[in-house]
T-cell receptor, first 111, second 114 residues
Framework: EAGVTQFPSHSVIEKGQTVTLRCDPI?????LYWYRRVMGKEIKFLLH????????ESGMPNNRFLAERTGGTYSTLKVQPAELEDSGVYFC?????????FGPGTRLTVL | AQSVTQPDIHITVSEGASLELRCNYS??????LFWYVQSPGQGLQLLLK??????LVQGIKGFEAEFKRSQSSFNLRKPSVHWSDAAEYFC????????????FGTGTRLTIIP
């Protein structure tokens, strides 16, 4: 069974540009989560999908971040326009019952 | 405010030595507790979890953790570390069943020396 995959593994963009991160959860997992780790800080929750619906988006930092999960399968997280403080590692996780399975993360660097 | 504290940012131990990584939480009630490990280039992997029952839980890779309610702690232990244990370790909590939003500590980076 394939695990959670994320693309790209690393993205370097300039301030003001747009970046879209993608997460493919484990097949059949209804729950999909996005987390972010800014350098030196803890991993923080961004939002939670149940199928295609946003269950909890309380962790989204501001309206420059847009997450979607059309069809309840893969999810995208768009940052537009990117700012320096958006740099960090973005993790995606999926679950069906309780245990969350994490992807390897996307390292975003905003210059 | 609810929080998770991992007081040790970086720990260095010799291969074969014992290991204890500390985790303290601050919640109104006993949350669900987890330890994750992240090896370079890998995602977070669940080592073990505590929901209820026996306060000493066994995990994968020879790790165990003990829940101590009186100390609000959930420390991770391993009797003898291997070079492959070098990684970053995260303690995490979920306040209650049905709320799966994980709250993480800042992580402890483990270095193993020969």
């Amino acid at each position: 069974e394939a695990g959670v995959t994320q693309f790209p593994s690393h993205s370097v963009i300039e301030k003001g540009q747009t970046v879209t991160l993608r997460c493919d959860p484990i097949s059949g997992h209804d729950n999909l989560y996005w987390y972010r780790r800014v350098m030196g800080k803890e991993i923080k929750f961004l939002l939670h999908f149940v199928k295609e619906s946003k269950q909890d988006e309380s962790g989204m930092p501001n309206n420059r971040f847009l997450a979607e999960r059309t069809g309840g399968t893969y999810s995208t997280l768009k940052v537009q326009p990117a700012e320096l403080e958006d740099s960090g590692v973005y993790f995606c996780a999926s679950s069906q019952v309780s245990q969350q399975f994490f992807g390897p993360g996307t390292r975003l660097t905003v210059l | 405010a609810q929080s998770v504290t991992q007081p040790d940012i970086h720990i260095t131990v010799s291969e074969g030595a014992s290991l204890e990584l500390r985790c303290n939480y601050s919640y109104g009630a006993t949350p669900y507790l987890f330890w994750y490990v992240q090896s370079p280039g890998q995602g977070l992997q669940l080592l073990l979890k505590y929901f209820s029952g026996d306060t000493l839980v066994q995990g994968i890779k020879g790790f165990e953790a003990e829940f101590k309610r009186s100390q609000s702690s959930f420390n991770l232990r391993k009797p003898s570390v291997h070079w492959s244990d070098a990684a970053e370790y995260f303690c995490a909590v979920v306040p209650n069943f049905g709320n799966e939003k994980l709250t993480f500590g800042t992580g402890t980076r483990l270095t193993i020396i020969p």
